[in-house]
């Protein structure tokens, strides 16, 4: 009978000792201690009178006034006492989920609870003592312009990781392009680097042109070791832009190989040249210029345009830290759908109801863009859609990009009278043209005259320090 007791005194304070904790009683040691020693004084009584009822043959029975007790009883017994003993000492246990006020009592608590309770108090108060200093002492419009910082900061950081994937989407495409190149053979030699530069300028014209770069040679673009000097001291290269005649190798092709053999001012594309290919002729340019300078502005530019080198640089500078740019007059004229009429937008349907107007997008004389969206270009060649006007062309490729348009009036000045006005006040142009012709009238007898009355001064772009 003494092992069937010890087992369940054991039992019974392991589950006491379970219940306490997981049901967060807090009981303090000398009662648990006083409750279980009550039960072994019982316990033990008990046994004591169960050894010295014994019957003579050894057989052990329990006599309790000439009646035997079944063992199923004295568990029932035992269990009664038990709780006996619990419920004596109830009255002073306390029964909370919360640690005592009381410093003295702490100290009798179970060590594990007391210790959890202490650290989440402590860290509640920390927290909240933490918040509280970096609200105190601070305005409403102090708490504001951290705000407003903090908000700026992120800005800077996308616009620096837009830029790096631009410039690694960039890497990737020209290294396509090599190897490429070599698949056809056309190369066994490893492609020359890139050459650095601030502006690539491409003028763009024509075979039937000669006469038109001949007035532009003769005014605002400099030539033969001028033209080499400008691009190795200053960063500034300019050519004439220009594809494949229909009859690869002609008389056309021919002209221009000897002109270009005289001046070395020429950007051939792998293009067939017509009117109504300006949009390919436009994707091909800024692609091809980004594979030869790695420059930080790519400016294209028509051939009856009046130019101001210095006054480019300056306001192309002054956008030199930002990226996605797009400079020129930003215009938003009619969609032409009257087939026979010049611009005519063959779908025009895409733009909305007839009489609707086209997105703001630069006007096509002269326009600049930087290196991130060249290279965009560049990397989307084959699926940038062309429409019929070339400047709406490029407008709808960077419509839907993250792209700051910079509408720049001095872009698009008069010709004579608003340009030689901001002349004469010291406020030069960067481009001069006369918008019914969308270039200036009879540039070939009248660029001279726009070059001396427009004009920035043939020094003046050697004094511009970049």
Known sequence: MIKPFVLLSKRMIIFLYRALIRNRWVISGKKLIAGIFRYLILSAGLLWRLENDRDYSGRKKIIMRGKQVSGRAMLVLCLASFLAGSLFCASRMTWTTQPSSDPNKEAHQFPIISNQLKKLEASVKQDCDHKRKLVEGKSEDDIMGEVTKTHQAIQSLDKTISRLETELAAARANQRLDGQVKLDGASNKASPPKQKAFVVIGINTAFSSKKRRKTVRETWMPKGDELKKLEKEKGIVIRFVIGQSATPGGMLDRAIEAEEAEHKDFLRLNHVEGYHELSTKTRLYFSTAISIWDADFYVKVDDDVHVNLGMVVIALASHRSKPRIYIGCMKSGPVLFHKGVKYHEPEYWKFGEEGNKYFRHATGQIYAISKDLAAY?????????RY?????????????????????????????????RRAEAGNVCVASFDWKCSGICDSVERMKDVHNLCGEGNGAVWNIDL
């Not at 270009?377 to 859609?385: E, F, K």
């Not at 400047?391 to 340009?419: F, K, Q």
């Open 377 to 385: 270009i560049s990397i989307n060649l084959p699926i940038l859609h």
């Open 388 to 420: 019929a006007n070339e400047d709406v062309s490029l407008g709808a490729w960077l419509i839907g990009l993250e792209v700051e348009h910079v509408d720049d009036r001095s872009m698009c000045c008069g010709t004579p009278t608003e340009c030689e």
